[in-house]
């Protein structure tokens, strides 16, 4: 009743939305919002909070305040609602959450400092990854970006940009993060039953220390066409797959190739956790617009992580993600989108033996995703 | 005969035009800037990042962009020719800045005359309006070069 009810009134502020679709902006304060509403179904095991019963209980939204104080200083906060049907993870998060709240200050035309809980300027889609007319899915690439659980979008602390060599034929922008954050950690764990112990899927929240990071993006003398990669580490001083105090080390490297009829886009990152446990994420994706209006996409994307205990090392086939998806833009504003996908892999919400047979299934995500 | 001599004219007039090509039509728009800034030419790459508020002017300053509103034709002439972009994919760019939280785009003035006021009363700011707007002291044109 609570999921219908929500649907009624998220609709009801789709089509507010829309058929309104202007920003609340004057000199010095400017409002804006997206929402993106979705139903989604899956024919197997619990992924991405989808069920075999489907769910409209599948959206995300934000109202974004930026206040300029002047030229060069701005206040940003952003308000956040999101859900992820049945997840788990859910239990987690509330129904409006700050998402965003920081101070920018930019130092002439080519820096800028922030300082707050700010996004952090990771791969192509990390900044926009909810904003649903924005993105060719749903959401953003699951093996490099995940969802729910093992991601930070933000950061604690301080973030500084740097645009170098902007009259040249490859202009750079260069970031740089360091700070705190915080992501859900959830496994398959053993705990105490009452004949011995019994496998749950269980998580919490893990605050990830001293974290660094920095990306470099190139653009070329292409128009649309630009490379970039960087690097991160931070500590985590307790999780489920590290019981002690472990250091993670990453790095990523990407192509984003966005032109007026079609893009392509490809993305990989790669994650070592003192040698106990390895990530490798990768995706590629591209689409093309078959009218103004009307755009197909298709996308695939693998992740796996390797094990290496003084008793265990095995790999585990995590994403195994083909998708297709059917967009219909209204307007810049308004766009429609329908996609299906077809899983191979232990990306499930769950008991999970990961040392078994991969899990297939498939899921079929319809969403209407509005901004203004 | 007098139909056949209109044949012969429409048929020169065709092969003229294809030996010599189509005639550039004279632009819709011009560029403006208040009359306090130097700058008398750009090039037109400098002016869709001074749009796109990705290059400032050559003295350091700020610069202040102003457009039409989405539908006008103004807009989408000025568009095609200074981004070579369709309106819809420098909207979608600046959505993209508004929603990393980078930055907002231009105000959007419904008509010529507000954009012309807008350019007076601030020093930094660059605009177009349709060609045959008269523009008063303290605004005036710019040279558009490729």
Redesign the interface.
């Known amino acids: 009743m609570r999921s219908v009810r929500t649907l009624v009134l998220a609709t009801l502020g789709c089509a507010l939305v829309a058929s309104s679709a202007s920003?609340q902006?004057d000199e010095k304060l400017?409002i804006?919002g997206?929402l993106t509403q979705g139903y989604a179904v899956s024919d197997s095991a619990l992924m991405i909070g989808i069920p075999k019963t489907g769910t409209t209980d599948y959206r995300r939204a934000?109202l974004?305040l930026?206040y300029s104080q002047s030229?060069r200083d701005n206040f940003?906060i952003?308000m956040a609602h999101r859900r992820l049907g049945e997840s788990p993870s859910m239990q987690f998060e509330s129904d409006v959450k700050v998402d965003?709240a920081?101070y920018?200050h930019q130092f002439?035309?080519q820096t800028r400092l922030r300082v707050g809980k700010?996004?952090i300027q990771f791969g192509i889609y990390n900044?926009?990854r909810y904003?649903g007319?924005?993105i060719p899915f749903y959401r953003a690439p699951y093996a490099f970006y995940h969802e729910g659980i093992y991601t930070s979008e933000t950061v604690d602390g301080l973030t500084v940009s740097q645009s170098l060599l902007?009259?040249t034929a490859f202009p750079i922008e260069a970031n740089a993060y360091a700070g705190s954050f915080s992501f859900l950690d959830f496994q398959t764990v053993p705990v105490p039953g009452p004949t011995g112990p019994v496998l749950v899927y269980q998580g919490q929240r893990v605050r990830a220390q001293s974290a660094l990071g920095g990306s470099l993006w190139i653009s070329t003398p292409i128009?649309g066409l630009r490379i970039g990669g960087g690097g991160q580490r931070y500590t985590v001083p307790n999780a489920f797959f590290v019981a002690r105090k472990t250091s993670f080390d990453g790095y990523n490297a990407g192509l984003d190739a966005k032109f007026?009829r079609f893009y392509l886009r490809s993305e990989f990152r790669h994650v070592d956790a003192k040698k106990i446990l390895q990530y490798d994420g990768w995706y590629s994706q591209g689409g093309v617009a078959v009218t103004?209006k009307i755009s197909l996409g298709a996308q695939a994307e693998r992740a796996t992580y390797h094990v290496r205990t003084t008793t265990s090392n095995y790999r585990v086939p995590l994403v195994h993600d083909d998708a297709v998806v059917l967009s219909y833009s209204v307007?810049?504003?308004l766009v429609v989108k329908t996609e299906a996908h077809a899983t191979k892999g232990f990306n499930v919400e769950g008991v999970t033996n990961t040392r078994g047979t991969p899990l297939e299934g498939r899921y079929f995500i319809s969403s209407l995703s509005v901004?203004f | 005969m007098k139909r056949l001599r209109l044949a012969v004219v429409a048929a020169a007039a065709v092969l003229g035009a294809a030996a010599f090509g189509p005639m550039p039509a004279p632009s819709s728009y011009k560029v403006i800037v208040n009359a306090q800034n130097p700058v008398t030419s750009l090039p037109r790459a400098k002016v869709a990042k001074l749009f796109l508020r990705?290059?400032?002017w050559p003295s350091?300053a700020?610069v202040q962009p102003c457009d039409l509103p989405e539908k006008s034709p103004v807009r989408v002439e000025f568009t095609k020719v200074v981004h070579?972009?369709?309106v819809?994919?420098v909207?979608?760019f600046w959505?993209?800045q508004?929603?990393?939280?980078r930055d907002?785009p231009p105000?959007e003035k419904t008509a010529d005359a507000e954009v012309i006021a807008f350019v007076l009363a601030n020093p930094g700011a660059i605009a177009y309006v349709s060609a045959p707007t008269p523009l008063p002291n303290g605004v005036r044109a710019i040279e558009v070069t490729d």
């Open positions: 920003a902006q400017s804006h997206y934000a974004l930026r030229d940003v952003q965003w920081f920018e002439g035309t700010m996004p900044e926009i904003v007319t924005q902007g009259e128009e007026e103004s307007s810049p504003n901004a | 990705r290059a400032t350091g700020a070579g972009k369709s819809i994919a909207k979608s959505q993209q508004i929603f990393a939280g907002v105000p």
